[in-house]
């Protein structure tokens, strides 16, 4: 039944509307890098991700359009997961994973209020070839490889359809000030209900479109405005989980009931159209028998050419 749903928001996302059955063209495109190497360096856990975005829809006027299917972006992503020691992990760590992801997305404002919604099919384990991805990247720059034990202990190969509805709202407090509340309802490969905010200093945002990043919570732009100097964005939520294929329970894993994240970063754009953006986010615990939280590092830049 869930992939039946997912099949057909799909098609639903693809089929015209008879009220903008007009062209689209590529609005824009956005990227986010996401690494424990940016953060605490302790090559763990949420090790590593790559998200990106493509915005294709009739026009950009400043804001999402009313229309549900109107505005589409194309999500791609890659991810690795792996337990504290990628040579020796505690029996009790988590498994070492990797997963890829494609997915169609639709943004739409009905009033003040701002919808995501959208279906990603997530494709996980040795098949994706990150394991050796990782195991040849580490081996060039001399970094610390996973083991055999590890790799034969990972996730194993499958597919999961996901979808995610994300509905928020801003709240001017102050001319360059924004308070953004937010709820996320996630169901797949990781099943579980957020609510968290963010809360941004400076022109970023405004008159552009920001897709949140899964791992992190962060938001990066995907249709872009013209705005130069700083802004700083802190963010905050906490989520109920229900359960994990990445820690999937026949294997003896116990998801912790809530998730927490914490994020700051930092944007700069510059009038050649240079731009760059560093994150940095604490994510709690996600299992049981995690002793601690980690924090990661994220990071985009733009070149003006």
Same mark, same amino acid.
Request: charged content about 20%.
């Given at each position: ?16 509307? +008879? @009220? ?20 605490? !360096?302790?090559?763990?856990? *949420? ?9 294709? !829809? ?8 009313? &229309? ?22 505690? +029996? !009790? ?16 404002? *009905? &009033? ?31 970094? *610390?490889?996973? @083991? ?47 609510? &968290? ?23 990066? *732009?995907?249709?872009? &405005?013209?705005?130069? !100097? ?41 009038? @050649? ?33």
């Amino acid at each position: 039944m869930f992939r039946v749903l997912t099949a057909a928001l799909l098609a639903l996302l693809c089929l015209p509307h +008879p @009220s903008y059955a007009q062209e689209r063209t590529r609005l824009g495109y956005g990227r986010l890098i996401t690494n424990d190497f940016f953060g605490d !360096g302790k090559d763990r856990w *949420r090790t590593g991700s790559i998200a990106s975005s493509r915005v294709w !829809g009739p026009s950009w006027a400043g804001q999402a359009p009313e &229309g549900f299917g109107q505005l589409l972006e194309l999500r791609l992503g890659a991810e690795i997961l792996a337990p504290d020691n990628l040579r020796s992990p505690d +029996p !009790g760590d988590r498994p070492y994973a990797g997963a890829l992801s494609i997915g169609l997305h639709t943004h739409f404002q *009905r &009033g003040q209020t701002e919808f995501a919604v959208g279906s990603d099919l997530v494709v996980i384990g040795p098949q994706t070839g990150l394991d050796d991805f990782q195991d040849w990247f580490h081996d060039i720059f001399g970094i *610390r490889r996973p @083991s055999d034990t590890v790799l034969n202990a990972q996730i194993a190969n499958s597919v999961e359809p996901s979808l995610v509805v994300e509905t928020g709202q801003s709240f001017a407090l102050g001319e360059r000030t924004s308070l953004r509340p937010f709820v996320e309802g996630r169901a797949g490969v990781e099943t579980m209900l957020r609510a &968290g905010f963010d809360l941004t200093f400076g022109e970023m945002g405004q008159d552009e479109l920001l897709v949140r990043d899964s791992v992190t919570g962060q938001r990066y *732009r995907a249709i872009t &405005g013209d705005w130069t !100097g700083y802004s700083f964005v802190l963010g905050a939520d906490i989520a109920h989980v229900a359960d994990s294929a990445f820690l999937p329970e026949d294997r003896g894993f116990e998801v912790a009931s809530s998730r927490e994240r914490l994020r700051a970063g930092v944007m700069w754009q510059g009038e @050649s159209g240079l731009s760059g953006f560093y994150g940095v986010t604490y994510l709690g615990e996600e299992f049981e028998g995690q002793p601690e939280g980690q924090i990661v590092g994220s990071v985009r830049f733009r070149l003006g050419f």
